[in-house]
DNA sequence: TCTGTCGCTTGATACTAGTCAAGCGCTCGA
DNA sequence: TCGAGCGCTTGACTAGTATCAAGCGACAGA
């Protein structure tokens, strides 16, 4: 399979396998595969059985679902999360499916063997429902927003989130608008509208810089709430 | 604590104990608490620390949201299954709070001890992981519907699902309607005006009984997509 | 350099679902 | 048995978004 021994260092970063033994990550390492992607890739098709679980080590994927014609984001995924782990452990169809956006390093573990590592390894046992607790909560936390609040106060809401992990007032957008707008729940022409809407509470938005000239003020728009920030 | 000998068999035959041995589960029993409450018991409120995990055994319980006094409900879980798991695998505040309907029974196992027997027991490990991505997997439909279905759609598929899981054509409304309208996102008006509307589709409502008359005309309105079924 | 494409924005309009208000009918307690 | 309360329904109106359509501007390929 096409792991190198000098990939192993970067894969052991990884929280999933932080608290595993040295021989127990090489031996899954032995049987997984570590593979590079353009942008634009399809990896997986929503209704396949799951072959392998995938980790992202470099790059984003888009996780979206389909129906007739129609796609919406559910989540996008950054380095150093998995996806379709619950398919994997159920060993059930997935959900959705999945592209990288970006040029992506990806690594893939055989189902089979995931699901045979997590019942002899307790330390990848518990990497495994931390990540798969973490990506829970995500998309409770999706629908909630969804629910809850208005198409412009998830966008506010999500620039406040970028600009602090990012650590300053300004950043640029890590993807298309249009994506953005989707995994918002959101037309691409609402998503104008409501960055219109930000910048009376804000915000500047030139190209795919976004600029918080008022943090309190869009603050004070957006209502985080404290639970819901990660 | 007030788990009685003679409770054990039923809460043996939850998939969670299943494979677990006699032992290991007499341990976990040794430390959990079987409790009973009245309808409309609140349980635990979002925002604050998991102390156990709760695994309906009878009745139901509502998980549901709030934000500025508006209420959504998130999730109802029937036994056999548990909720707030992920909150307590990461021992990360509830993201929501949750409510008996009815009179229920619920077992209650200390967060510490839940996390502790995971790690030991890899039985147990397994029904928990199964446990959580089928959480998660209710949870990401829950959302792909909202987000690519009308909400009268949403109560046709919901119905078709009722019915298959009754196995009949007829059947009760496990809850007051303006709860039910609240999980699939509507307000109780919308919910009347949706029922209005599938009754040129072939369903019945009289009271709290739903009878569905013409099936395929019905499925044919509600497109279910065989993926989302459970 | 020109030009077609594509992503974004803006405008006009339509529609879904929410809000507010009133009325109906059942249940339960006095 | 009556009346109050509550859940549900219905009507009128509104708000928030989607849709459809057109135009703009940057970038890539000829």
Redesign the pocket.
């Known amino acids: 399979m096409s792991l190198r021994r000098s990939d192993v260092p970067s894969i052991r970063a990884l929280p999933l396998f932080q608290q595993m033994s040295e021989q127990a990550l090489a031996d899954l390492m032995a049987q997984s595969m570590l593979q590079r992607f353009p942008a634009r890739a399809d990896l997986i098709r929503e209704g396949e059985l799951p072959d392998f679980l995938y980790i992202v080590v470099e790059g984003a994927v888009d996780l979206y679902a389909t129906r007739d014609g129609e796609e919406t984001t559910i989540d996008i995924v950054y380095p150093p999360s998995s996806f379709i782990l619950a398919a994997v452990m159920r060993d059930e169809p997935w959900l959705k499916s999945a592209r990288t956006l970006t040029p992506s390093q990806i690594l893939m573990i055989p189902s089979q063997v995931v699901r045979d590592t997590f019942s002899r390894d307790s330390a990848f046992a518990r990497g495994i429902v931390d990540e798969l607790a973490k990506r829970y909560r995500a998309v409770t936390r999706v629908l909630k927003n969804d629910r809850m609040r ?3 106060e998830r966008l506010a809401n999500w620039i406040l989130g970028m600009a602090q992990r990012a650590g300053s007032n300004a950043f640029e957008l890590p993807l ?3 994506k953005l707008a989707s995994f918002l ?9 409501s ?2 809407v930000l910048e009376k509470h804000g915000v500047r ?1 030139q190209g795919a810089m976004i600029t918080i000239d008022d943090p309190a003020g869009l603050a004070e728009f957006a209502k985080p709430s404290a639970i819901e920030a990660d």
């Open positions: 208005s198409s412009t298309e608008k249009r729940g959101m037309t691409p022409e609402s998503y104008s509208r960055i219109a938005s």
